[in-house]
């Protein structure tokens, strides 16, 4: 079993519509989750954290955080052709020094105009 | 602010030979680590500094090594290169685990490949 799965995609939305992404983790001592934002050729980019049970939302994301089903998701809504990219899900343990994030595959997101 | 910055952004080595990788992390960031990202993969953890001292280490081989400088400043080295470390080897840093956030931004990236 993978560390953090994510959905394989690709996941094709309609311009305007709701994009969910998803992701799940195995490791119970996970305590901090992110997902990032990588176009083709470039970096990763972050663009939503999140440490508690619940929503968080940042203008069109919001992010969801379920760590009793060890499950978080990012909502992208009124999806707009530049949010075609792969979406990275992270996820770190707390405790010691580390800042170790541990990385899902990435779900390869495209916006259709 | 500039961000995380890397050098060089692209490298073109033969197999068994070494490469130094180079990290600036933002301004106020002490904490440097690094990542190996093989395409088509999420980038896998190498190695973490703080302080200029090892604070983590992933599942690579000897290798690997890196180190943390004065100024914050990270190189990482890689001996005896393979063709399979054909990868874009990134660079976060972030902020003091004191400072109360663990977000880690990434710089461009350098592209290494292995002929």
């Known amino acids: 079993q993978k560390e953090v799965e994510q959905n394989s995609g690709p996941l094709s939305v309609p311009e305007g519509a709701i994009a969910s992404l998803n992701c799940t983790y195995s490791?119970?001592?996970?305590?901090?989750f992110f997902w990032y934002r990588q176009y083709s050729g470039k970096s990763p980019e972050l663009i939503m954290s999140?440490?508690?049970?619940g929503d968080k939302e940042d203008g069109r994301f919001t992010a969801q955080l379920n760590k009793a089903s060890q499950y978080v998701s990012l909502l992208i809504r009124d999806s707009q052709p530049s949010d075609s990219a792969t979406y990275l899900c992270?996820?770190?343990?707390?405790?010691?020094?580390?800042?170790?994030?541990?990385f899902g595959s990435g779900t390869q997101l495209t916006v259709l105009p | 602010d500039a961000g995380v910055t890397q050098s060089p952004t692209h490298l073109i080595k033969t197999r068994g030979q070494h490469v130094t990788l180079r990290c600036s992390p933002i301004?106020?960031?002490?904490?440097v680590s690094w990542y190996q990202q093989v395409l088509g993969q999420g980038p896998q953890f190498i190695f973490q500094?703080?302080?200029?001292?090892?604070?983590g280490r992933g599942n690579f081989p000897d290798r690997f090594s890196a180190r943390q400088f004065p100024n914050y400043s990270s190189e990482l080295n890689v001996n005896a290169l393979l063709l399979g470390d054909s990868a874009l080897y990134l660079c976060?840093?972030?902020?003091?685990?004191?400072?109360?956030?663990?977000?880690?931004?990434f710089g461009p990236g350098t592209r290494l490949t292995v002929t």
């Open positions: 976060a840093s972030s902020l003091p685990r004191d400072r109360g956030t663990y977000e880690q931004y």
């Open positions: 490791d119970r001592g996970s305590q901090s």
């Open positions: 999140i440490y508690s049970n």
């Open positions: 992270a996820v770190n343990r707390l405790g010691g020094s580390a800042r170790q994030l541990t």
């Open positions: 301004s106020g960031h002490k904490s």
């Open positions: 500094y703080y302080e200029k001292e090892e604070r």
